[in-house]
């Protein structure tokens, strides 16, 4: 067993790009762990993967000691690339059924922004709450990486694939806004 784990390190690790975010490979790693079977995606969980994975969402999927002024594209590279992997390891997670209670009744399934990876809710159903029952450290660290992904600069024209992006990035910083506002 250690070394099927080895080896699947190693292949994410192998996979690892210049213009992927660092924990890009730790989070295809756990993917391949949570796809051998259903003991390994409840070890995951077990673990607080989804509070990783929350953390990783209220720092707008970038290190906290990014810095503000950092090429726009590279920062955008970095979070697709984290934002995808994330993606396919909830798939993961969702594709073992018994762990769905586990996913819905986690903060990370309300706030998460691609939808298609969890189980089935509601679009903005319950953020309200969900900001109200975490921590207000979790508030804070959101608000700063609002501010650092509003304020950080934007060449202009943007691609297609880059205002599509942006645009989902701003409803989900609106809506945070007009909720942290109640």
Known sequence: MRQKLLDHYISAFKQHRRNCHLATSFVQFFREVAKANAS???????????????????????????????????????????????????????????FNHILSAHPLCTLWPNKVSLPSTSEFRGRHTIWRTLEKTAV??????????????????????EMYEMSTDLIDIFVDLVEFSR
């Open 40 to 98: 390994s995606c409840r070890a995951l969980l077990g673990a607080g993967i989804l509070d990783t994975l929350l953390s990783m969402y209220l720092d707008d999927f970038l290190p906290s000691t990014s810095p503000v002024n950092e090429n726009h594209s590279g920062r955008m590279s970095l979070r697709t690339s984290l934002i995808a992997a994330c993606d396919l390891l909830l798939s993961a997670f969702s594709a073992h059924p018994e």
């Open 140 to 161: 804070t660290q959101r608000l700063r990486a609002i501010k650092n992904t509003t304020f950080a600069p934007t060449p202009f024209p943007l691609s297609e694939g």
